[in-house]
């Protein structure tokens, strides 16, 4: 029998920053009984099975300012913890370029079946820690912590990071510019735009709330090793501190 990891994670539950971090992509994992979903081992490391880099920046920056961290424990290619049910990528039948064949035809069973295991507990683990923050009276802050390819479909991105946002324009804004710096390229909802099909973290946890919510994107080639997230969760975290 395999070992099956929990479906989230939840580091430093009571931590005292006013920064709730998620990080939706965290994890590759898909169990034996998926059959790697019917594709060969090599693409379950790329970009379409999870966000390289994301969850070692996450988990540092948690401890830089001592904040409480929601990590999913499963692939993206299973269901996508960032999107909203019975959206077209919710279980992707094409991830990129991919053909994702153990996704195709899907019965409702099988996909209420993994949003019963994989999807609705570290949504459920937020919403919960949201909810006695309120009655607590403590404030929050909603912040995904993600990772975007250097080239999508032939494209070369010139960014190095991304901040996405859109009720959010402040607080957005104010973390684009505290992150500038010279040869760094951080733009404003790049390379993707928070809408309600594509998106749940920020529409959901952030803005249904009435709170501050964004998307950290930040290119994968530049967190992909230990040295490089170290040095992004302490660059985030001196953001951060900045308009705190």
């Known amino acids: 029998m395999q070992d099956l990891p929990p479906a989230v994670e939840v580091v430093n539950a009571d931590g005292a920053s006013s920064i709730v971090l998620t990080c939706e992509h965290a994890s590759n994992f898909i169990p034996q009984s998926y059959n790697a979903l019917g594709l060969p081992q090599h693409e379950l490391t790329r970009h379409i099975a999870w966000d390289i880099g994301a969850a070692d920046v996450a988990r540092r920056l948690s401890e830089l300012i001592d904040a409480p961290l929601f990590l999913s424990g499963y692939s993206r290619l299973l269901i996508d913890c960032n999107r909203p049910l019975g959206s077209p990528t919710s279980i992707p039948v094409l991830s990129e370029s991919t053909a994702i064949p153990g996704n195709a035809g899907l019965t409702p069973e099988e996909c209420d079946r993994r949003a019963a295991d994989f999807y609705w507990p570290i949504q459920n683990a937020v919403s919960a820690h949201l909810d006695r ?88 080639d530049l967190i992909a090793d230990a040295r490089g997230a170290e040095d992004w969760a302490h660059r985030l975290k001196g953001a951060i501190l900045a308009i705190s």
């Open 133 to 220: 923050r309120k009655l607590a009276g403590r404030a929050a802050i909603v912040l995904g912590i993600h990772s975007f390819t250097p080239v999508f479909k032939g494209f070369v991105r010139p960014w190095h990071a991304g901040i996405l946002f859109r009720r959010s324009v402040e607080f957005g804004n104010r973390l684009v510019t505290a992150l500038q710096e010279p040869g760094l390229v951080v733009a404003a909802n790049e390379p993707y735009t928070i809408d309600d099909e594509s998106d749940y973290t920020v529409p959901v946890h952030g803005e249904a709330r009435g709170l501050d919510a964004a998307l950290v994107e930040i290119r994968q």
